[in-house]
């Protein structure tokens, strides 16, 4: 099966991207020289603008943002999302083995956390099960913004956690005269990993152009010891076998795309096509695999000073066609498809009594289909639609922030052999939000965010009613669900001076009735003499808060020191009990050291013990990871940096506490990844 669906995304691409990674790396100091020549580099802009419309910087942003691109980006890149993202304060990782790996912010998961790609959703299944990998590849991603906390106003009710917007300039938005882009190769780590991406950019002033291609390619996991932990052997007897390696875990994966923009003095409109293979194993199941393909076309466009009460508008669409099969010993035992359009259309106004701000419009529909013997939700086609504003007031320098937000969600099931009753469910969710920036002096600055959010129940939240092998429970929905409501404050605290710089936040938000899987305590025949334990979705109230941490300091013109920590405590406050799968304390620090085309940094993370666990939840012991880096760039005309990368170097057993898997996959052994990056 694994040679067929090798074979079959060979023959798609009819490219090897490692190859052409590794020629673009090795020929680009020749390159260059003419590329120099012939062309300028474009100039990206890095300014993130997922938490604000009006894309203002991020020392004047309400909301907590940080921002992953450029150099920095990769050397981090990981093989998924989450664990690209995994160590930013409030920012954890569902883990599910190496190779599905979903962003946790601020201890909300799933439907709560909104992930993008260039500010549209990605309607893959992966909020469905933490076995399902989200539809993005780290390689061919230019820049990642990361909003803590609740910014659903322009992003939708499912944004209460956070927003997670991978941006990878597919759709060229500024002028290009010439050639620009990236080559990258890198191999080994505790998977044995061989991957590659090349990127492109051409264009005459007028029309650009844009083009990527990638491959990733990994073996089983070097694991530091058993697959199992010592605390599940011991309270359920499970045996410790697979000693060092972490079985079915492999991967291979390839995509590509294209796209094209017209380019002008006051805007721009493009459209792109990409396409992505991943097949991969899922470690819960030795027999089970997934092999995933999505296709996505988008269409972006903008267009600035305009005349009149409107100064400028902005469209984002794109239609995704997902699928992947769950093989069993090489068959199919069941598929999952997801094909639908989302898409927005913003105005900026001119400035009203000094205000300024933007209303949008912004639409999803998508059409959910689960075929199969263990599908356990059934087809639902989702609607969703919404109008949002948001307004800015400068008062001096400070700045006073206003959000709303009103929708309408339509969630209907249909009715086949498995699932005898169809259900039809309509909500309105709408949130506010209302926030400040208060400058003390040059260095120091307050900012506060007050919000209100709804969210509406997602389908298998509402409909599910089987055996999910994944999480091995029998899971079943509540179709009298109504809007999860929530009130939330988030406060931060930021100096910045001199090249030092601290930011420490604190947040708490109270759920009025939030929607978890709760262990009911029963058990469920699923075949004759086999049993699953039930969990069902309910709703409890809760309460999340925590506190975050961020510093920065240049000890001198080589030495820089990186400080950073998060806290999360939640709790079901009707009964008093713990919420499941929450991440413990965590502190963390890195030294940088830069010397002529020199880089060294070491970093260690260091998550304590987690003892506040939920009913029938394992505890977990703390760790610590220790992790190294050393980069040279090359004395060539050209940017190329060759870079070795070490993980885990005290080899320690590192298990994620907010995993589903953490007590029979842990984490990576000590490994070094060597690999050459390169920027024209």
Avoid: C
Wanted: aromatic share 8%.
């Amino acid at each position: 099966m694994m040679n067929i669906a090798k074979h079959h995304r060979a023959s798609q691409l009819n490219l090897n991207p490692i190859s052409l990674a590794l020629a673009t790396v090795l020929t680009l100091p020749v390159t260059a020289l003419h590329a120099e020549e012939h062309s300028h580099t474009l100039d990206l802009d890095n300014v993130p603008i997922t938490g604000n419309p009006l894309g203002v910087a991020s020392d004047d942003m309400v909301v907590p943002v940080s921002v992953l691109g450029g150099r920095e980006l990769s050397l981090r890149r990981q093989g998924t999302l989450g664990e690209t993202l995994n160590g930013i304060p409030g920012v954890t990782a569902t883990q599910f083995g190496p190779n599905a790996s979903r962003p946790i912010i601020r201890g909300l998961d799933g439907e709560r956390v909104r992930i993008m790609q260039n500010g549209v959703g990605i309607l893959d299944a992966g909020s469905l099960s933490f076995d399902h990998a989200v539809a993005i590849d780290p390689l061919i991603i230019e820049q990642i913004d990361v909003v803590r906390g609740p910014a659903a106003l322009l992003y939708g009710g499912s944004a209460v956690g956070g927003v997670v917007n991978a941006i990878d300039h597919r759709i060229p938005k500024e002028s290009l005269n010439g050639m620009t882009g990236r080559a990258e190769a890198r191999f080994g780590g505790p998977d044995s990993t061989r991957n590659g991406a090349a990127v492109v950019d051409v264009g005459n002033g007028t029309f650009a152009m844009h083009a990527d291609i990638y491959t990733r390619e990994t073996s089983n996991l070097d694991i530091p010891g058993y697959a199992v932990s010592k605390r599940k052997a011991l309270a359920d007897g499970s045996a410790r076998t697979n000693n060092g390696k972490l079985m079915n875990s492999s991967a291979n994966a390839d995509g590509a795309a294209l796209g094209a923009a017209w380019t002008f003095d006051t805007g721009y409109l493009g459209i792109s096509y990409a396409n992505m293979n991943n097949n991969y194993g899922v470690v819960a199941e030795e027999d089970v695999r997934i092999d995933m393909d999505q296709q996505r076309w988008e269409l972006a466009g903008e267009i600035r000073e305009l005349r009149g009460p409107i100064q400028k508008l902005k469209l984002r669409m794109a239609h995704t066609d997902y699928q992947h099969v769950e093989l069993e010993d090489g068959n199919v035992a069941t598929t999952f498809k997801n094909r639908g359009m989302e898409g927005s259309l913003e105005a900026t106004h001119i400035p009203w009594a000094g205000i300024n701000g933007v209303v949008g419009y912004q639409f999803q529909n998508t059409r959910f289909q689960a075929l199969g013997e263990e599908a356990f939700v059934p087809s639902v086609v989702t609607q969703t639609q919404a109008l949002y504003v948001y307004e800015e007031l400068p008062i001096d320098k400070h700045k006073i922030t206003f959000g709303g937000r009103v929708g309408e969600t339509s969630v209907n099931s249909n009715a086949d052999d498995k699932f005898t009753q169809a259900f039809n469910n309509r909500f309105n969710p709408n949130s506010f939000a209302l926030g400040g920036l208060y400058t003390i002096d040059d260095a120091w600055s307050v900012t506060t965010n007050l919000s209100h959010n709804e969210r509406a129940p997602s389908y298998f939240e509402l409909y599910a009613n089987g055996e999910h092998a994944a999480t091995g429970q029998f899971e079943v929905g509540n179709t009298s669900l109504d809007k999860e409501v929530s009130n939330g404050i988030d406060a931060q605290l930021k100096w910045k001076a001199n090249g030092h710089s601290i930011t420490l936040g604190a947040y708490a938000t109270r759920f009025q009735n939030f929607i978890g899987l709760i262990n009911t305590g029963n058990d469920i025949e699923v075949e004759p003499g086999e049993f699953v334990p039930e969990a069902a979705f309910r709703a409890v109230p809760a309460l999340f808060k925590g506190l975050e941490f961020d510093g920065k300091f240049a000890l001198n013109d080589e030495w820089t020191l990186k400080l950073r920590g998060d806290y999360v405590h939640a709790k079901d406050t009707r009964n008093n009990e713990y919420l499941p799968r929450i991440a413990p304390w965590r502190v963390g620090g890195g030294l940088d050291y830069r010397l002529g085309s020199w880089n060294a940094r070491v970093d260690v993370l260091h998550a304590f013990k987690q003892n506040d666990v939920a009913e029938n939840e394992l505890k977990t012991d703390g760790y610590t990871n220790l992790s190294a880096m050393l980069a040279y760039k090359l004395p060539v005309k050209y940017h190329v940096e060759l870079f070795a990368r070490a993980n885990n170097l005290l080899n320690d057993e590192i298990r994620e506490h907010a995993s589903f898997l953490k007590d029979i996959s842990p984490a990576g052994a000590r490994s070094v990844l060597v690999g050459a990056r390169a920027d024209f």
